[in-house]
């Protein structure tokens, strides 16, 4: 059996965690920005950070598993 997981956790953060979706941080004329849909390099490079860190709480601290099949 497949673990999917890992694929199913990761692809709904980066959905979630695309700077100006849901929130942009910092934003473009306040710190936090909500569904504005644009986004610039300081944002980018948070937003990866925080998509590092939580994949890192679930893959190692959680252990996400979900068996398919």
Do not use: D
Not at 28 to 56: A, D, M, W
């Amino acid at each position: 059996m497949l673990n999917w997981g890992p694929v199913f956790v990761a692809m709904v953060l980066f959905v979630l965690l695309t700077p100006g979706l849901l929130f942009q941080l910092p934003g473009n004329q306040r710190c936090l920005e909500f569904g504005n849909f644009k986004t610039s390099g300081p944002s980018i490079l948070v937003h990866s950070l925080l998509y590092f860190g939580l994949i890192c709480v679930f893959f190692i601290a959680i252990k996400v598993h979900l068996y398919l099949g």
